[in-house]
């Protein structure tokens, strides 16, 4: 199981834009890049090429099967056979287990809508990998709580809540909705005494202070916490100096305070014999996150693990089916760890996030992802004051881009570009998150999605290599081209 883990801070400027029309400015830097040749072939193919599927095995009346071994399954990725390369049974040989009340409670505030599609695409997953005894309740919060689902045996009425938790903004208040969560689940049926709770949040409550009385409330009923700090908006966002964060509560925390936050919202769990997840290993693989707390809890997963030859193909080509070789077998959902969102878009996405992993990422970006419909132009250069600037333009094809319920597509992207000389030594580097919204009318009206930058440096022939990530999807696309820089 995963503890507790150092929170990455992001001090780095970012704007945030509406407009389908994006423009912004070049961050550089000096440190040179770690050679990707200095990881080793085996580790390579260890890290990138291994798929992990993890999953329940139920009978057709729903009875949980946990007996099985590695001969009764068989996978295929693109209906070719793939080899086993490791296989974990069910830690809970019998499947048999107690009844027990299960709460997600959802940070719904402004500060969280950044990664809020990942985790409830994931918690849906959860959901069906769950005892069918199990009650499971839905609840949200902002500045109170918010009862999207009462506790309930339904599956349906749970997963339709989720898809509501995406709709409602306003402040952060952990602790009191905590509480009043507790003190709903004390009136439980009769025989049910195990209660678990799933705090998403970003746990940036003024009111931390209130934790050891939500821990007391929450030990004396019997309630064991799951924390799973997720980064805010504003730490994705806002600026430091940005005129916004004035307003905004994670950049204007001295260090100390953050802290104390953090620790906060981690004691819950830690203090309640439950697990705390953070870091922002936590929204590159969320699906990973959901898959341990649901080890944890029921004890039923199975798992298994093959190597892939394509470890960048996109995630809906793949076509992976688990085959299984028993009577009246079913597997009703699937977590799914897969290269497409290891190593290399991990050293991409947190070069993002963290200015000291911008100085360990390699000068290969990763030309082999082709995951997102998007095209790079070279424009002629421009001199500013004593430079010359290098203009590129992305275009980026909404109509391939995932949309919400409302047909609208709403979602944030990272660029990470390198500027190298024929030496292959880094000249300049560029870093950029921005956020899209385009709606159903903009779409019909043929609106796109443009992003303009510069790169500056002296004359001369470089190598430009961009990769382009939705944070959404963990989708990436990636360009390298000979360019040549000359006085305009």
């Known amino acids: 199981m995963t503890g507790l883990r150092q929170v990455i801070r992001v001090p780095f400027h970012l704007r945030t834009l509406t407009f389908w029309v994006l423009t912004f400015s070049c961050i550089s830097g000096s440190t040179p890049a770690q050679s990707s040749s200095q990881i080793s072939e085996q580790n390579i193919r260890v890290d990138v090429n291994?798929?992990?599927?993890?999953?329940?095995?139920?009978?057709?009346?729903?009875?949980?099967?946990?007996?099985?071994?590695?001969?009764?399954?068989?996978?295929?990725?693109?209906?070719?056979p793939q080899e086993i390369a490791f296989f974990e049974p069910p830690r809970n040989t019998s499947g048999e287990m107690g009844p027990l009340r299960l709460a997600f409670l959802i940070d719904m505030s402004g500060s969280t809508l950044a990664t809020r599609a990942e985790e409830l695409t994931s918690a849906g997953t959860f959901l069906e990998n769950v005892h069918d005894f199990t009650e499971v309740g839905?609840?949200?919060?902002?500045?109170?709580?918010?009862?999207?689902?009462?506790?309930?045996?339904?599956?349906?009425l749970a997963q339709k809540a989720l898809s509501e938790a995406s709709?409602?903004?306003?402040?952060?208040?952990?602790?009191?909705?905590?509480?009043?969560?507790?003190?709903?689940?004390?009136?439980?049926?009769?025989?049910?005494?195990?209660?678990?709770?799933?705090?998403?949040?970003?746990?940036?409550?003024d009111a931390y202070r209130m934790a050891p009385q939500s821990i007391s409330l929450a030990l004396s009923n019997n309630v064991v916490i799951y924390t799973v700090l997720v980064p805010s908006a504003a730490q994705l966002y806002v600026a430091p100096t940005s005129p916004v964060s004035q307003s905004t509560i994670s950049s204007t925390l001295p260090g100390d305070e953050r802290e104390a936050k953090d620790l906060?919202?981690?004691?819950?769990?830690?203090?309640?014999?439950?697990?705390?997840?953070?870091?922002?290993?936590?929204?590159?693989?969320?699906?990973?996150?959901?898959?341990?707390?649901?080890?944890?809890?029921?004890?039923?997963?199975?798992?298994?693990?093959?190597?892939?030859?394509?470890?960048?193909?996109?995630?809906?080509?793949?076509?992976?089916r688990v085959e299984i070789n028993y009577p009246n077998a079913s597997i009703p959902a699937r977590f799914e760890s897969l290269p497409e969102r290891l190593t290399a878009k991990m050293e991409f996405i947190t070069a993002l996030f963290d200015n000291e992993a911008m100085a360990r990422l390699p000068n290969a970006?990763?030309?082999?992802?082709?995951?997102?419909?998007?095209?790079?132009?070279?424009?002629?250069?421009?001199?500013?004051?004593?430079?010359?600037?290098?203009?590129?333009?992305?275009?980026?094809?909404?109509?391939?881009?995932?949309?919400?319920?409302?047909?609208?597509?709403?979602?944030?992207?990272?660029?990470?570009?390198?500027?190298?000389?024929?030496?292959?030594?880094?000249?300049?580097?560029?870093?950029?998150?921005?956020?899209?919204?385009?709606?159903?009318?903009?779409?019909?009206?043929?609106?796109?999605?443009?992003?303009?930058?510069?790169?500056?440096?002296?004359?001369?022939?470089?190598?430009?290599?961009?990769?382009?990530?939705?944070?959404?999807?963990?989708?990436?696309?990636?360009?390298?081209?000979?360019?040549?820089?000359?006085?305009?």
Do not use: C
Request: proline share 4%; net charge positive.
């Open 138 to 156: 839905i609840f949200g919060f902002t500045h109170e709580l918010i009862p999207l689902q009462n506790f309930t045996s339904n599956r349906s």
């Open 365 to 488: 970006l990763q030309p082999t992802f082709h995951e997102i419909g998007a095209e790079m132009d070279l424009l002629s250069p421009q001199r500013q004051g004593g430079q010359i600037g290098l203009p590129f333009r992305i275009k980026i094809n909404p109509l391939r881009l995932r949309r919400n319920e409302k047909g609208s597509v709403q979602t944030q992207f990272g660029i990470i570009a390198l500027l190298l000389d024929q030496n292959g030594n880094e000249v300049v580097r560029l870093r950029e998150l921005f956020r899209v919204h385009l709606d159903v009318k903009e779409l019909r009206a043929g609106r796109g999605i443009i992003y303009n930058n510069k790169l500056f440096a002296p004359p001369g022939t470089y190598s430009l290599r961009l990769a382009l990530l939705e944070i959404a999807t963990w989708k990436m696309t990636a360009f390298e081209k000979v360019v040549r820089i000359r006085e305009p």
């Open 50 to 80: 291994l798929a992990t599927l993890q999953f329940t095995v139920r009978e057709t009346q729903g009875k949980l099967i946990n007996n099985l071994n590695r001969d009764h399954f068989r996978v295929l990725e693109g209906g070719v």
């Open 167 to 205: 709709e409602h903004l306003g402040r952060t208040a952990i602790y009191s909705s905590l509480s009043e969560l507790i003190l709903r689940m004390k009136n439980r049926p009769a025989g049910t005494n195990r209660n678990v709770i799933i705090i998403i949040s970003d746990g940036l409550d």
């Open 264 to 320: 906060a919202f981690a004691s819950l769990s830690l203090r309640t014999d439950g697990e705390h997840f953070s870091g922002f290993e936590t929204i590159l693989n969320f699906d990973q996150v959901m898959a341990q707390i649901n080890d944890d809890v029921f004890g039923n997963l199975y798992s298994i693990g093959f190597y892939t030859n394509e470890p960048y193909r996109d995630r809906a080509e793949r076509n992976i």
